[in-house]
């Protein structure tokens, strides 16, 4: 009736496991197979977020199962169950993108509210999509238990008339073929060979760039985070982690006790050198959260502004993922970011080691050009900034990899959502020189903070990606290349200044400055506050509508709860 360890006596599974009261609960164990010993060992979660909705969640179960072999192989016991993803890919460019980002928190909820309500001691997270690796890493730091997450892989690049190809190429053919610069018959051959196996999207845009901060912020095993999902070794990082889970158990290491300030500035560093994704902006400050730890984007630019950019991955760059694992992965670009003073190497991570302690017997690859030396980089800035003005007091955010000017000026063009600016876009009902703006798709007001990668795409495959910009309060995709500022704030629907724009108004962005403004007075800028109403979200019922309720700004990541900085008492000491 009772554990044989002293372990379990300080684990939240003796509340169900433990003590004659507990038969019934121990029945129920009993009735999916579990012997004595089994039921009095530490329970571990084992999460993922596998479905059929698109490739990269697709090989998660697989992975689950090596992972329980690992946990049973360390001596405890796996209790496997599975939750929620919305892929950006199929919710690209219609009403479905507004699930995307609250699938966050509901990922996050739905895994604290398992783990909560069957006691269990510990957590492995895999995840393979862009909402779901923050929603899961989030819930690991809120629930505060020993944790590891675990990426799913990336896709392997396609091949389309002998060139490599991802779905980046897909959504840009798009407006290629709307301007008679690609045939039919090639788009229907393109959308068939880019994505030629199980995994999330290749290059360096949102699953990708979590992925990398999952090993920089010391949540996953180094390493683990770049293989490719079809990849065998994967197997092998996945039974290694669940016996390591064991080992954290014991040792009671906590996620708090690894995301620190400087955990987190780590991952900033390790997104603004891969180029990566402007999303971690968001998710970021909304995993710092969940720790009690301020952290806005502001913070983020801070760190993005400060760190070279070095890796010369997709969008802005040549190679994918698939190509930096074989090279080195992530750890050669956390080694060469330690080695010039812009990691810091004495944080915890999931290993029991410091990062400076993995990365010590990590060697530079100089037989590889997909990471420059941080004394050498590609820029010596990241390759995301951030930007703030009068447009933008609450800050907004632009990538700049690859991109040959980092200042833009022109005369708005307004749109009260995005579908009236992708048809203006597809009819070619613009002119060079525009800044296109997107209002009403913020977190609140769209709800939702729909990515905007339909109309990018488009664009770029007009051949205008770098002749026009486009500001919105929404987000814009990992994959987004071309001159486009995102997470705008405040948001229109908060009354902020991006809904006070009018056509014709003169912005100026500048990401060498870090500024973001619009030619007009304060005075004028008032008195338009004044006469303003903000148009109120279509979602009147459902989650939608408990989403708009709730969420806080971009800027501290979209928040739908006060975090630990409101905790009395956090679940681990239950």
Same mark, same amino acid.
């Given at each position: 009736?009772?554990?044989?360890?002293?372990?379990? %006596?300080?684990?939240p599974s003796r509340h169900v496991t433990?003590?004659?009261?507990?038969?019934?609960?121990?029945?129920?164990?009993?009735?999916?197979?579990?012997?004595?010993?089994?039921?009095?060992?530490?329970?571990?979660?084992?999460?993922?977020?596998?479905?059929?909705?698109?490739?990269?969640?697709?090989?998660?179960?697989?992975?689950?199962?090596?992972?329980?072999?690992?946990?049973?192989?360390?001596?405890?016991?796996?209790?496997? =169950?599975?939750?929620?993803?919305?892929?950006?890919?199929?919710?690209?460019?219609?009403?479905?993108?507004?699930?995307?980002?609250?699938?966050?928190?509901?990922?996050?909820?739905?895994?604290?509210?398992?783990?909560?309500?069957?006691?269990?001691?510990?957590?492995?997270?895999?995840?393979?999509?862009?909402? %779901?690796?923050?929603?899961?890493?989030?819930?690991?730091?809120?629930?505060?238990?020993? %944790?590891?997450?675990?990426?799913?892989?990336?896709?392997?690049?396609?091949?389309?008339?002998?060139?490599?190809?991802?779905?980046? *190429?897909?959504?840009?053919?798009?407006?290629?073929?709307?301007?008679?610069?690609?045939? *039919?018959?090639?788009?229907?051959?393109?959308?068939?060979?880019?994505?030629?196996?199980?995994?999330?999207?290749?290059?360096?845009?949102?699953?990708?760039?979590?992925?990398?901060?999952?090993?920089?912020?010391?949540?996953?095993?180094?390493?683990?985070?770049?293989?490719?999902?079809?990849?065998?070794?994967?197997?092998?990082?996945?039974?290694?982690?669940?016996?390591?889970?064991?080992?954290?158990? /014991?040792?009671?290491?906590?996620?708090?006790?690894?995301?620190?300030?400087?955990?987190?500035?780590?991952?900033?560093?390790?997104?603004?050198?891969?180029?990566?994704?402007?999303?971690?902006?968001?998710?970021?400050?909304?995993?710092?959260?969940?720790?009690?730890?301020?952290?806005?984007?502001?913070?983020?630019?801070?760190? =993005?502004?400060?760190?070279?950019?070095?890796?010369?991955?997709?969008?802005?760059?040549?190679?994918?993922?698939? *190509?930096l694992f074989e090279v080195g992965g992530?750890?050669?670009?956390?080694?060469?970011?330690?080695?010039?003073? =812009?990691?810091?190497?004495?944080?915890?991570?999931?290993?029991?080691?410091?990062?400076?302690?993995?990365?010590?017997?990590?060697?530079?690859?100089?037989?590889?050009?997909?990471? /420059?030396?941080?004394?050498?980089?590609?820029?010596?800035?990241?390759?995301?900034?951030?930007?703030?003005?009068?447009?933008?007091?609450?800050?907004?955010?632009?990538?700049?990899?690859?991109?040959?000017?980092?200042?833009?000026?022109?005369?708005?063009?307004?749109?009260?959502?995005?579908?009236?600016?992708?048809?203006?876009?597809?009819? /070619? /009902?613009?002119?060079?020189?525009?800044?296109?703006?997107?209002?009403?798709?913020?977190?609140?007001?769209?709800?939702?903070?729909?990515?905007?990668?339909?109309?990018?795409?488009?664009?770029?495959?007009?051949?205008?990606?770098?002749?026009?910009?486009?500001?919105? *309060?929404?987000?814009?995709?990992?994959?987004?290349?071309?001159?486009?500022?995102?997470?705008?704030?405040?948001?229109?629907?908060?009354?902020?200044?991006?809904?006070?724009?009018?056509?014709?108004?003169?912005?100026?962005?500048?990401?060498?400055?870090?500024?973001?403004?619009?030619?007009? %007075?304060?005075?004028?800028?008032?008195?338009?506050?004044?006469?303003?109403?903000?148009?109120?979200?279509?979602?009147?019922?459902?989650?939608?509508?408990?989403?708009a309720q709730q969420v806080g700004p971009?800027?501290?990541?979209?928040?739908?709860?006060?975090?630990?900085?409101?905790?009395?008492?956090?679940?681990?000491?239950?």
């Open positions: 009736m009772d554990a044989r360890t002293d372990l379990k %006596s300080r684990l433990e003590g004659p009261e507990r038969a019934p609960h121990r029945s129920y164990y009993y009735a999916m197979g579990l012997t004595k010993q089994q039921i009095h060992q530490p329970f571990v979660g084992v999460a993922s977020c596998w479905n059929e909705a698109a490739p990269c969640n697709i090989a998660l179960m697989r992975q689950a199962q090596a992972v329980k072999k690992g946990v049973a192989a360390g001596g405890a016991t796996p209790r496997e =169950f599975c939750t929620i993803t919305v892929t950006d890919g199929i919710a690209m460019g219609h009403e479905g993108m507004k699930s995307s980002l609250p699938s966050r928190e509901v990922i996050a909820d739905s895994v604290e509210l398992t783990i909560r309500g069957h006691a269990y001691d510990a957590l492995v997270g895999i995840a393979g999509c862009d909402k %779901s690796l923050p929603g899961m890493m989030m819930a690991m730091c809120r629930l505060n238990v020993p %944790s590891i997450f675990i990426y799913g892989g990336s896709i392997l690049p396609g091949s389309f008339k002998g060139q490599p190809v991802t779905i980046q *190429d897909v959504f840009e053919a798009v407006g290629r073929h709307s301007v008679g610069d690609l045939s *039919d018959g090639d788009l229907d051959e393109l959308e068939q060979v880019a994505c030629p196996s199980a995994g999330a999207c290749g290059a360096q845009f949102t699953a990708n760039t979590m992925a990398t901060v999952s090993e920089a912020i010391g949540l996953a095993l180094p390493y683990s985070a770049g293989a490719p999902a079809p990849y065998e070794i994967r197997d092998r990082f996945c039974m290694t982690a669940g016996e390591q889970i064991v080992e954290l158990i /014991r040792r009671n290491i906590r996620p708090r006790d690894i995301v620190t300030r400087e955990a987190l500035e780590n991952a900033a560093a390790a997104v603004a050198a891969t180029g990566g994704s402007t999303n971690a902006a968001l998710h970021l400050p909304a995993i710092a959260s969940e720790c009690g730890i301020a952290f806005d984007l502001f913070d983020v630019s801070d760190v =993005f502004k400060r760190t070279p950019y070095i890796a010369d991955l997709k969008p802005g760059g040549r190679y994918v993922a698939k *190509d992530i750890p050669l670009i956390l080694k060469t970011l330690l080695d010039h003073g =812009f990691l810091h190497g004495d944080c915890m991570t999931v290993t029991g080691r410091t990062m400076a302690q993995n990365l010590a017997s990590v060697s530079w690859n100089k037989a590889q050009d997909v990471v /420059r030396p941080a004394n050498r980089p590609l820029l010596p800035t990241g390759g995301v900034v951030g930007l703030k003005g009068n447009l933008a007091p609450d800050g907004a955010i632009v990538k700049i990899a690859g991109m040959e000017s980092i200042t833009f000026t022109g005369p708005a063009r307004c749109f009260d959502g995005e579908e009236a600016c992708f048809e203006a876009v597809r009819k /070619r /009902r613009y002119k060079e020189g525009d800044v296109l703006v997107i209002r009403y798709e913020g977190p609140q007001g769209g709800p939702g903070m729909r990515e905007m990668l339909a109309t990018t795409a488009a664009l770029y495959g007009q051949g205008t990606g770098g002749k026009v910009a486009l500001i919105t *309060d929404g987000r814009f995709s990992g994959a987004t290349r071309g001159f486009c500022v995102g997470h705008v704030g405040p948001e229109a629907a908060a009354g902020g200044p991006i809904g006070l724009i009018q056509d014709g108004d003169i912005i100026e962005i500048d990401a060498e400055a870090g500024t973001l403004n619009v030619k007009l %007075s304060k005075a004028e800028l008032d008195a338009r506050r004044a006469a303003f109403k903000p148009k109120r979200t279509t979602a009147t019922s459902g989650y939608l509508w408990k989403y971009a800027r501290t990541g979209a928040l739908t709860h006060p975090g630990a900085v409101a905790e009395k008492k956090c679940y681990a000491d239950v």
